[in-house]
């Protein structure tokens, strides 16, 4: 699966910008602020929903303007889909070959990011982390993205009941309890599923670590569930009273999260930086390898910076991976050369430049422009 060509308009700084892609490599290189990142933002997009680094899609939304529109042609082991995601003031919506779809159906495409952001997921909110875990397992396993929707609705139901304030007590109570059921249902599902995908990620990442800091200490990317399956009806009766008060559910996955630890110490706490960096590195090596594993094809590669990011140690150890990867990669730097010669034999570059491309190579023609 791969984007075969990639239109952003009214998008960050892009005005209107369209490349016909490298099913292996597509450079963007660029001074800075040019809008390397927003491209690679942009193509995100297709697989996350989201940014992965502002909160409020609005912010997506050229300045002045009412809207973004972003299409990708996908080529995918059926033949090729048009897809689009439509920003405006008030909503965002997904197409796919022109009929709006639901985020569930649009989101297949399994791409993971390797950018100075993706550091923060180890320090950021448990909600980064498990969105990060949900999105992973959602594109391996096909009936998780509809149970972890059907548990948030049921959450949301809740929560509206315990918040609402012109039911009486006793009333509250009867209704909060309808939602129990389902919410154990579902979230017993997502906790199992948690765990077993977190233990298959956690032998990739020992192994990479292992190899990427040459050091004797063990990772562990640690599941940490807020209830184990068998408590899950005991707690939920137990908290009823002090969630009724709060006015918010406080027993199920929605209040999970995963630690990264070295050597069972949290890494955010007392790792070093390099020790961020590496972990992150070997963590998203392992996501790459188990979606190889688990889907039979690789994910989309988007690679924000990274030769600036990595030392020598590590930016040898990812060059080597990154040469028996046969997947799609988007790499952004501020020079082509900063790029090994073995990268750039199958590949199509741009230079960006206030928010415009210019081809510079293409690995079938040679140089063609600037
Ligand atoms: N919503 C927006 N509308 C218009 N311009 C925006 C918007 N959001 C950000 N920008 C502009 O986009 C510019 C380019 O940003 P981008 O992060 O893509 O740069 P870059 O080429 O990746 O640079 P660097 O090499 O420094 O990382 C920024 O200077 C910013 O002012
Ligand atoms: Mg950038």
């Known amino acids: 699966m791969y984007l075969k060509s990639i239109l952003l308009q009214g998008f960050r700084n892009l005005p209107d910008l369209s490349l016909t892609l490298h099913p292996r490599f597509s450079v963007l290189v660029g001074e800075n602020a040019q809008g390397k990142t927003n491209i690679i933002e942009g193509i995100y997009l297709f697989s996350f929903g989201k940014s992965f680094r502002v909160p409020d899609y609005r912010d997506l939304i050229a300045w002045g303007q009412g809207q973004s529109f972003i299409r990708s042609w996908v080529h995918n082991d059926i033949g090729e889909e048009e897809r689009q995601v439509r920003l405006t003031r008030e909503k965002k919506t997904f197409y796919k070959n022109d009929k709006p779809v639901s985020p569930n159906q649009f989101l297949s495409i399994p791409m993971v990011l390797f950018s100075p952001e993706a550091i923060l997921l180890l320090k950021e909110s448990p909600q980064a982390r498990r969105d990060y875990i949900d999105n992973f397992i959602s594109k391996c396993l096909a009936p998780y993205g509809d149970r972890l929707k059907q548990y948030k609705r049921a959450l949301a139901q809740r929560n509206k ?122 963590l998203k090596l392992a996501e790459i390898s188990l979606f190889e594993e688990t ?56 230079q960006i430049n206030q928010g415009h491309a210019n081809p510079i190579y293409d690995s079938a023609g040679g140089q063609t422009g600037a």
């Open 161 to 282: 009941i315990l918040k609402d304030e012109f039911l009486a007590e006793a009333e509250k109570e009867e209704q909060a309890k309808l939602w129990e059921k389902p919410m154990r249902e579902h979230g017993i599902y997502l906790i199992e599923e948690r765990k077993r995908w977190l233990e298959r990620l956690n032998r990739r990442l020992v192994e990479n670590y292992t190899q990427v800091a040459g050091a004797g200490k063990k990772a562990g990317f640690v599941y940490q569930p807020n209830v184990a399956p068998a408590e899950f009806e005991e707690r939920q009766a137990a908290c009823r009273s002090e969630e009724m008060e709060k006015g918010m559910s406080l027993v199920g996955p929605h209040r999970d999260d995963f630690q990264a630890s070295l050597d069972d110490l949290p890494v955010k706490y007392f790792g070093s930086q390099g020790e961020n960096r590496t972990f992150t590195l070997a």
């Open 295 to 350: 889907l039979g094809f690789s994910p989309v590669l988007l690679l924000d910076d990274v030769v600036s990011e990595l030392d020598e140690r590590r930016s040898e150890f990812f060059f080597s991976r990154l040469k028996s990867f046969s997947g799609q990669v988007f790499a952004t730097a501020t020079s082509l050369h900063l790029f090994p010669k073995s990268c750039l034999r199958e590949c199509r570059s741009w």
